[in-house]
């Protein structure tokens, strides 16, 4: 059943529409996340002889692939098909508080054609984060609440990318720092760590805000050749679409494009059965490793003074002259009559006081004044009931 969206284009609806609702009780409508799932064949020899729209088989009639005329679909994959690992991880994934999700899958395209037509059908839903997800990549539980936490804190922030290697041994980041210099290595992978600027990203786990994409001119997403710091200016540059995508991103909506660290998520080989991630022997394990332990607090020197009155406020006044020193107040014999009133008066007008000696009337005082001090209050020491 196709999601609710204004002027609605038929050719758009997607293979699979659905509407996840947030764990309380909310009418459906809007989704604040949009999930987009390119679902099937990835030949990425032949993305460069396909039509635009990418639909059905090659097309090219200079082309001699096996796939010429016929629909798009590996030997080893049929359409539509995701492995069992991504099922399952899917239902592991946290959702933020109160929010709605919904999904958007094509099947048996090229990626790069799929994502463009969701991202069409996205913008006419109109949600307020889109998440491109690819069927292979299998997310940290805590993806989209990270994700989404991290996008509402830095609103300057327009695209979040996860962490996915790729299937190669030995295998690298799909993080890009700058155009033509290969994979960066030297990210945080600090949950703390706020997002860091990239040239571009992988677009098998992206976050996207849907006000930044709504600044750009289609096509969105498209593979192509061309010049080495832009996609259509001539050159031999391969420009994967999403690449494509996070660079025109950027540059039309002048928001940032980053990458958040601390989502790591595995690349399945369905063929091979095998699952690519970080190697726990990278320079963001190594970075993580060497950041120094939080210092641990040290005990202040305690200050010693001879009280001239033995009063709360006189206490007060000295401490807080001193920028909230402890201090150890010695209080003189001639001037009370009762220790115990001394005791009572300091310990029930002070966070942390403590009497050291009674005998010689020793008071500790720490930090923070009980009652403020306000001896009209229960608890003064002039009032014991």
């Known amino acids: 059943m196709p999601l609710p969206g204004a002027s ?5 609806v997607c293979d699979l529409e659905v509407q996840r609702r ?3 009780k909310r009418e459906p409508g809007r989704p604040k996340i949009l999930v987009c799932i390119p679902v099937g064949n990835k030949t990425e020899p032949r993305i460069f002889k396909q039509p635009d729209q990418g639909r059905g088989g090659c097309l090219d009639p200079s082309c001699p692939c096996s796939l010429h005329g016929k629909e798009l679909a590996a030997d080893w994959r049929n359409p539509g ?6 099922a399952l991880n899917h239902m592991q994934l946290i959702i933020p508080l109160g929010t709605t999700v919904a999904y958007l899958a094509i099947k048996n395209q090229y990626s790069g054609p799929a994502r463009d037509q969701m991202t069409r059908r996205a913008l006419e839903l109109d949600p307020e984060y889109i998440f ?5 990549v299998l997310l940290d539980p805590h993806t989209f609440y990270k994700m989404h936490n991290m996008l509402e804190r830095h609103p300057d922030v327009g695209l979040l990318t996860g962490v996915v290697c790729t299937r190669e041994d030995p295998t690298e980041p799909m993080i890009y720092q700058e ?5 960066w290595w030297d990210f945080s992978i600090d949950p703390n760590h706020p997002p860091e600027d990239i040239f571009s990203a992988g677009g098998g786990c992206l976050m996207v805000r849907t006000e930044a994409v709504k600044k750009m001119t289609p096509p969105y997403w ?3 050749l061309g010049g080495t710091e832009q996609p259509g200016a001539e050159g031999r540059s391969v420009w994967g679409h999403d690449v494509y995508f996070i660079s025109k991103l950027r540059r039309e909506s002048g928001m940032r494009t980053c990458v958040m660290g601390s989502v790591l ?3 399945f080989d369905m063929e091979k059965q095998k699952e690519y991630t970080l190697p726990k022997d990278s320079p963001p394990y190594r970075k993580l490793g060497r950041q120094a332990p939080p210092e641990k ?6 200050g010693i003074q001879e009280c001239a009155e033995w009063s709360p406020e006189f206490v007060r006044g000295e401490v807080q002259a001193n920028g909230g020193e402890r201090k150890l107040f010695f209080v003189p014999k001639r001037l009370v009559k009762s220790p115990m009133r001394i005791r009572r008066a300091m310990l029930e007008s002070f966070e942390g006081a403590r009497v050291v000696s009674v005998d010689d009337h020793w008071l500790a005082v720490g930090e923070g004044v009980r009652n403020g001090g306000n001896h009209s209050e229960p608890g003064d020491p002039s009032r014991p009931d």
Not at 8 to 12: K, W
Not at 81 to 86: A, H, I, N
């Open 8 to 12: 609605l284009d038929e050719d758009r």
């Open 22 to 24: 947030a764990q309380v």
């Open 81 to 86: 098909m995701v492995p069992f690992e991504w």
């Open 132 to 136: 491109y997800w690819d069927d292979d």
């Open 179 to 183: 155009s033509g210099a290969g994979a």
């Open 222 to 224: 498209q593979d192509c």
């Open 265 to 267: 998520c595995g690349h």
């Open 297 to 302: 607090a040290k005990n202040p020197v305690w």
